[in-house]
């Protein structure tokens, strides 16, 4: 077969925690993107985190250098190699992020009703009665009695390596907080989140900026993941910008709702990003706790009709250390499946974590057995009520063909596409089979040399629940013939079967376009 059909295929026989039985070419519909970092940066790793069921890879540049992040891009690219399985990457940026900024690293013990100065003075050392950070605004933007949250890159507000801050007075730049809980910072970098208050920090720094023109054009990602989106304006000019840097024009731009100011713009936000991420973490902080799940619902729900990838995070948060998630936490990662959610967001988990690979394989079983008690003729229905009539052309044949698939039971759908636009759809409709999304390669030209698409096209879709690709011969035009595509199609279905996803006498469903129309029809294999 082509070396361009690249599929995810059979898990690695982990002999400590993968059944045989459970084997199949994906562990479940369900995404998972996994942050690569200290512990999970070599191509050993890289590789176990693939075969486990990561299918993007998270690169979060609100800590390290880009030479650090570029080793590890490179020992994915070999990991990928050797296991044959195709791997998205996200670049995640700083945005408007607030840090403590410990430059000797030293260990800083905060005892609870104590005092502590944060202080824009970059010039003091970090001690438990001055923290330095890196923006000369809070003192204006915060008043007494605000809250103010410290901690790692692991945030839960009850560990003791996180603190809880009450602001008791601002003095000049300077604010001095009581310290509501006693608490251990060690590390170089805190995390600073201010609680409902605006932060005058532009949504996509200088630095960022850099960062995406530099790293991110010389690796072509595939997604921005846009830190601390408030309003759509920042996504329209994050486009804007990536629209200046030629191969990064078709990069998708994901939201990341972080704080109640994103939460309040979020179906203007939705309306211009790509996808959303609902990044639960600072959420938890900044919105009472017992409305966290009705913004989740809500918020999945939206996403969900407007045929948009949502990502949540912040699941399973104790297998950082914990080989085994809390019952609670397992029931989240269920309930995310029930929910809507396109993908499983894995950050100090798999980034610090002392088993990233288990990880990402325990958030893979549990979402595989959520997805078994999904409800999707209700979904079904609710989608199309939701999208209405008379429906676009492609919206029908998308609706029309998981509406065939479920009739006759098929084993798969199978769509041909160049943009991947028609494979998303019908993954909006939540079929309980997988789709196949032939990605047809497009020839394109700059004047001075020709190219194809295609590769980013078919890696997009590593991020949308239940949508796997496969990248087609170049050499098959996007507008083809009936007889080129059943050529197409066979390579498709023998891969397929060598896979163990298609057998004999099952039924497929296959979509695609055929000169000006679309068609959907039901093959039965033969022996």
């Known amino acids: 077969m082509p070396t361009g059909h690249l599929l995810l295929e059979e898990p690695i026989r982990m002999a400590s925690i993968l059944e045989p039985s459970k084997a199949s070419f994906f562990s479940a519909m369900t995404k998972i993107v996994g942050t690569l970092g200290p512990k999970s940066r070599s191509v050993e790793v890289i590789s176990g985190c693939l075969q486990a069921g990561m299918s993007v890879a998270r ?40 840090q403590v900024v410990n430059k000797s690293e030293t260990t800083i013990t905060l005892q609870e009703d104590g005092e502590v100065v944060l202080t824009p003075d970059q010039g003091h050392e970090a001690t438990p009665e001055i923290l330095p950070i890196n923006f000369d ?37 300077d604010v001095v907080c009581t310290i509501k809980n006693s608490a251990t910072l060690s590390g170089s970098l805190f995390t600073l989140h201010a609680s409902q208050v605006h932060i005058d920090l532009p949504t996509l720094t200088e630095k960022d900026k ?55 713009h979020f179906d203007e936000i939705l309306e211009e990003a790509d996808g959303i991420i609902l990044s639960r973490g600072n959420l938890g902080i900044d919105l009472p706790p017992e409305n966290v799940f009705l913004f989740q ?48 967001l894995l ?36 989608t199309v009520k939701f999208v209405g009539e008379p429906m676009s052309h492609m919206e029908s044949i998308a609706s029309s063909a998981v509406r065939a698939a479920v009739k006759v039971k098929a084993s798969i759908i199978i769509c041909f596409t160049s943009s991947g636009r028609a494979a998303r759809l019908i993954a ?54 009936s007889a080129t595509h059943d050529s197409i199609l066979k390579i498709a279905l023998d891969h397929g079967k060598a896979l163990g996803i298609i057998k004999s006498h099952d039924r497929v469903v296959v979509c695609q376009k055929l000169g000006d129309s679309a068609v959907v029809k039901i093959i039965e294999l033969e022996d």
């Open 297 to 344: 619902k809500s918020a999945l729900h939206k996403c969900n009709m407007a045929g948009k990838p949502a990502v949540l995070t912040r699941v399973v948060d104790s297998m950082t250390d914990n080989l085994r998630p809390t019952r609670a936490e397992a029931t989240d990662v269920a309930n995310a499946v029930l929910d809507g959610s396109d993908a499983i």
């Open 59 to 98: 690169f979060d540049f609100s800590w390290c250098d880009p030479d650090y992040h570029q080793e590890t891009l490179e020992n994915l690219k070999t990991a990928v190699k050797d296991t044959k399985k195709l791997c998205a990457v996200m670049l995640d940026t700083i945005g408007a992020e607030m």
């Open 137 to 173: 605004g809070l003192a204006q933007s915060v008043k007494k009695g605000d809250t103010i949250f410290i901690g790692q890159y692991l945030f839960t507000g009850s560990e003791t390596t996180s603190v809880w801050l009450e602001v008791s007075d601002v003095k000049g730049n």
């Open 347 to 382: 950050g100090a988990e798999t980034l610090r974590g002392l088993y990233p690979v288990e990880t990402i394989y325990t958030v893979g079983r549990i979402c595989s057995e959520a997805e078994k008690v999904f409800n999707q003729e209700h979904y079904f229905k609710k």
């Open 210 to 264: 850099e960062v995406i023109s530099t790293w991110g054009v010389k690796n072509k990602i595939d997604f921005l993941s846009l830190s601390y989106t408030r309003h759509a304006e920042d996504v329209r000019e994050a486009r804007k910008f990536l629209s200046t840097l030629g191969d990064l024009s078709q990069t998708q731009i994901f939201a990341k709702i972080e704080n109640v100011e994103g939460l309040t």
């Open 428 to 481: 909006k409709y939540r079929p309980t089979m997988p789709v196949l999304s032939v990605v047809i390669p497009r020839l394109k030209t700059n004047q001075l040399k020709w190219s194809f698409t295609g590769a980013s096209e078919a890696k997009q879709s590593l991020i949308v629940r239940g949508l796997f690709p496969m990248l087609a011969d170049p050499r098959h035009p996007a507008e083809s013939t």
